[in-house]
């Protein structure tokens, strides 16, 4: 079915850089947007980042300025650099699957990102 798949999550240290994955597959209609969220313990999930088809894109104020958003046609990455402790969470990719007259969304299983010294 429906599949999100996410990778490249892994520790780091403060300032670094990591580069985060999501491929889309076994899919019908369109996937469209995708975003990255994220879920540190015992905090909500929050949106970090979201791009469409259309080109717009939508950071989190907290990651304006070090995170990147970009997408190929099944694939969203999410180029984040100048880590800082407070990015540790455990990221999640999300989509919009959609067809004729039905719309579902769709949620990766997660990766953990850890950014401590």
């Known amino acids: 079915q429906v599949q999100l798949v996410e990778s490249g999550g892994g520790l780091v240290q403060p300032g670094g850089s990591l580069r985060l994955s999501c491929v889309a597959s076994r899919y019908i209609g369109s996937i469209n947007p995708m975003a990255w969220y994220r879920q540190a313990p015992g905090n909500e999930r929050e949106l970090v980042a979201i791009?469409?088809?259309?080109?717009s894109l939508n950071y989190a104020d907290s990651v304006k300025g070090r995170f990147t958003i970009s997408r190929d046609k099944d694939t969203v990455y999410l180029q984040m650099n100048s880590l800082k402790v407070e990015d540790t969470a455990v990221y999640y990719c999300?989509?919009?699957?959609?067809?004729?007259?039905?719309?579902?969304?769709?949620w990766g299983q997660g990766t953990q990102v850890t950014v401590s010294s």
């Open positions: 791009i469409s088809r259309s080109g």
């Open positions: 999300n989509a919009e699957n959609s067809g004729p007259g039905w719309r579902q969304n769709i």
